[in-house]
């Protein structure tokens, strides 16, 4: 029987102090627990890919962070300050973005009123100009490639739109956006958009929790890979981890057609004496 891989030690980071820290987390809904005993650390100008099987408690653990839920037990700090997120709103006004899989963009409206929808500046008297200017140096900061933020989202890719939603996350100027699943459903030049996306949001300095299933978007972007498995800690490791030493992690199980797959090309590579 073949040993379960051991995962890859992360490197020490900085002594600086994490942007969002998480021990002992934990959330049951009634008898059924969702999460145990969590422990996460996120620094500034970081990518920490969130990943595991369906079922592994990521999607509660954004929604956590996220404010949707509030933790059983354990404590969230966000910037060396113990914090209690209350609804979404207290999580936004933290410096908690969330971006969520469906991106709740409205198709029939433009960019603009997209990236302000429910934050208008001046509501009565809506201040179009105002808006499409920061619009603009948004998508900007993020080399974003919109032909015009007039047009309705409708008419935008799959990348774009991501864009736009990001872009709307950082209206609020936060200090962690949160992207679950944010390459699902694209295709080959549009993951690739959003990848280049998330290095740009890396490289303004903000950490960045990624969910993801795709393991190559999560080693092109993450700097670190935290595997969650029945709603525990299963390892943290490094972008270069191999395919057998996540799907081990992931599953739980050493013996799969990534480990046997992985043990015939050694065997068939080993020259015969």
């Excluded at 500034?44 to 509030?70: M, R, W, Y």
């Excluded at 404590?75 to 899989?101: H, K, N, W």
């Excluded at 936060?174 to 295709?187: F, H, V």
């Excluded at 190559?216 to 030493?245: M, T």
């Amino acid at each position: 029987m073949t040993n379960q891989p051991k995962p890859t030690t992360a490197p020490a980071q900085s002594k600086r102090e994490p942007v969002l820290s998480l021990r002992g987390v934990s959330k049951r809904f009634g008898a059924v627990a969702a999460l145990t005993d969590i422990d996460l650390d996120v620094h500034a100008g970081e990518v920490v890919a969130l990943v595991g099987d369906n079922g592994a408690g990521k999607s509660t653990l954004v929604k956590i962070l996220s404010g949707v839920h509030q933790p059983t037990s354990g404590t969230m700090s966000f910037c060396g300050q113990e914090v209690v997120l209350d609804d979404p709103g207290a999580s936004l006004e933290l410096g908690i973005a969330t971006v969520f899989q469906d991106l709740a963009l409205c198709e029939n409206l433009d960019v603009v009123a997209n990236i302000f929808l429910g934050r208008e500046m001046s509501p009565l008297a809506l201040n179009e100009v105002d808006m499409e200017v920061k619009s603009w140096q948004l998508l900007n900061e993020l080399s974003a490639r919109i032909p015009s933020v007039r047009i309705p989202v409708a008419s935008l890719s799959g990348g774009q739109r991501q864009t736009v939603a990001i872009a709307r996350s950082l209206l609020s100027a936060p200090k962690l956006i949160l992207l679950d699943e944010p390459t699902a459903a694209l295709g080959v030049a549009q993951t690739a958009e959003v990848l280049d996306l998330i290095e740009r949001v890396r490289a303004k300095g903000l950490g960045v929790v990624m969910i993801s299933h795709n393991m190559e978007d999560v080693r092109a972007v993450a700097d670190r890979i935290v595997v969650l498995r029945l709603g525990k800690n299963n390892g943290v490791f490094l972008p270069d981890a191999s395919n057998q030493e996540l799907v081990s992690a992931i599953t739980g199980a050493s013996d799969n057609s990534v480990s046997r797959r992985s043990n015939r090309r050694q065997t068939a590579s080993t020259p015969t004496a």
